[in-house]
């Protein structure tokens, strides 16, 4: 279970405190520079009732992510996105009342070093980091620059992790546990993968942390099925491919609109 001489940070503290009220738990993505007034899309994420918030710094190599957050970050840098931008950017906002979580990948906090990259995350009012190909292994030392710096590193669980090593991330991970919904890259899908409840249900057994469930949700049936199983939900894919057709923040708030009203409407339990 998570270490209780380790007090909550800001994120976990959030999120715990809406899960025990039974709410469903809901965080868009947003790759960071995607547009001229990105920042824009944060306020309609927390007006349509987002309890925390993704923001991707992109990267030139996302091997983790399928093809339409690969063409956002491309975007992104094409238009001069970077780590220092994008974090003068949240730098300036007012406070949107939910949690900053930044993802991205892990040569990016090396090109700096943990220590000055987890500084610079909390300067610019982010609490919570992800870092998708971190192994959990070699996590010490972020997850100590991070904890200085008073950031809640999120740890990435997968339906191939062995349960050994599902109590190794849940030990590690502050805030809360990411687990994706199958193996595969992300993006929008059919259908909730079978694997996400054996999943989620493994979680529970090693930690008392909220349980966002990613890749692949895209719909309000989706985020209604994938919330009988897991705390919340991550949605990226979905948002970001309608960033790409061009819908603004009103249009993006319309749509969370709609999983905000399917995790509300699954009032049970996860399983």
Request: net charge negative; proline share 7%; glycine share 10%.
């Amino acid at each position: 279970m998570t270490n209780p001489t380790l007090a909550a940070g800001v994120v976990e503290r959030h999120l715990r405190a809406r899960r025990d009220t039974g709410r469903g738990l809901l965080m868009p993505y947003v790759t960071g520079g995607i547009t001229p007034g990105w920042t824009d899309c944060l306020r309609a994420f927390a007006d349509a009732g987002a309890d925390a918030i993704e923001v991707g710094l992109p990267f030139s190599d996302p091997t983790l992510d399928g093809v339409t957050i690969q063409q956002a970050s491309d975007l992104a840098l094409a238009r001069g996105a970077s780590t220092r931008r994008i974090l003068d950017d949240l730098s300036g906002l007012p406070d949107l009342g939910v949690p900053l979580v930044v993802s991205t990948y892990y040569n990016l906090v090396l090109h700096d070093g943990p220590e000055a990259f987890c500084a610079a995350l909390r300067r610019a009012g982010v609490t919570g980091l992800i870092v998708p190909d971190l192994p959990v292994h070699e996590a010490d030392e972020l997850t100590g620059a991070a904890a200085d710096a008073g950031i809640e590193p999120a740890l990435l669980a997968s339906p191939a992790t062995p349960q050994p090593r599902l109590a190794e991330i849940a030990r590690h991970s502050r805030g809360f546990v990411y687990a994706v919904s199958l193996m595969g890259t992300t993006g929008e899908r059919a259908a909730l993968a079978a694997s996400a409840a054996e999943l989620t249900g493994r979680i529970r057994r090693v930690t008392d942390l909220p349980v966002l469930l990613g890749f692949g949700i895209s719909t309000p049936d989706q985020a209604r099925e994938a919330r009988r199983h897991a705390d919340g939900v991550v949605v990226g894919a979905a948002v970001m491919r309608r960033v790409l057709d061009g819908a603004g923040p009103d249009d993006l708030r319309v749509f969370l609109t709609t999983l905000r009203q399917a995790l509300d409407q699954e009032c049970d339990p996860p399983r």
